[in-house]
Every structure is written in C-alpha cells, then in structure tokens.
C-alpha cells in the first residue's frame, strides 16, 4: 500500500474522532483494524491530529501487545506465553519458531506468509504448550512439532497452486 493510500485511508478513520488526546487508544484500533496493522505514516497522522508528539504515539503504539508495526502475514503464528506453557517450555517453542521463520516476535516472512508473535493464556493450559494457528489452538506443541506444522502449511500450498 502507497503512502498515500496509508494516508487517505488514517484520514477516513480521524473523521470519526473529536480531537481528545484520551482517543488515542481507540484510534489506534480502528486504525489498525482497517490497515492491519501501523505503519509509520498512519502513527504521524494520528500524532498531528490529536497534537502529539510522534514519539509518544510510537511509545504506545510499541508498549501494548495488540498493536502491530509490521504488516501482518498470510497466517498468524501465536506462541502462548501464559504460565502453565512458560512452565512447559512455551520459551523453547517460541525459538524453534523463529530459527525456521527466520523472524523475531512481531516481525512478518518476507514473503508475507507468516508473522509471529506472543499471547497471554488463550484458555487451554491443559494443551500446553500451545500455538495458535490461525486462531486455532494447537496443543503440546514443542520445538519437534514445529516443521511438522510448517509443513501442514507448504502441503497446502502446493495443493492449492495444482487446482
Ligand atoms: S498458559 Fe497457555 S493456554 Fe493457558
């Protein structure tokens, strides 16, 4: 997406808010709902328009986990962090993740097929550890599950370019 389009389309969002710095959050949201995630055109946007400084909307922006300054991948792999999978190497899981993405946490593929990030408990600790693919919970999934989940992914992919 261009620039611009970044732009028009924060703009639209602004035209919904009064100029409350406590709309702040909420416009961030709404921002990322439409775009996917936040990039740093649309944070400048939102900075003038309520008055801010750029730095303290990327300060926010960067402290809540919800907001993403990447744009986000074909499928989204979440590695809980909560504590019964802490506890059961939730940690160890998310490495094994990233060596085969060859991403960090927050960060997308180059080609867009996937991003990586961490979740607080997703209610199912009696999996743990788990990963969600998706938003489909996968349970006990330790580092030797990894390529296997991975390969799921590719299998499709070829499926998909046969038909
Ligand atoms: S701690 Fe991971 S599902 Fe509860």
Redesign the pocket.
């Known amino acids: 997406m261009t620039e611009e389009k970044i732009k028009q389309h924060t703009r639209q969002v602004l035209k919904s808010f009064s100029k409350k710095k406590g709309n702040l959050i909420p416009i961030l949201q709404r921002v990322q709902g439409r775009l996917g995630y936040l990039p740093r055109e649309a944070m400048l946007e939102v900075a003038e328009f309520l008055g801010l400084p750029p730095i303290h909307v990327y300060g926010v922006v960067t402290f809540y986990n919800q907001f993403r300054l990447n744009p986000p991948g074909k499928h989204s792999v979440r590695v ?1 962090l ?4 802490h506890m059961k190497g ?1 940690y160890i899981t998310l490495d094994a993740w990233k060596r085969r993405l060859s991403i960090g946490a927050g960060e997308t593929t180059t080609d867009r097929e996937f991003d990586l990030d961490t979740v607080a ?5 009696v ?2 550890p ?1 990963t969600v693919l998706d938003e489909k919970p996968m349970g006990k999934v330790d580092p030797t599950k990894v390529d296997g989940l991975l390969l799921a992914f590719e299998r499709e992919r070829e499926g998909k370019k046969k038909q």
């Not at 909560?82 to 999978?85: D, Q």
């Open positions: 809980c909560g504590t019964a999978c939730g408990c997703v209610g199912c600790c999996m743990a788990v």
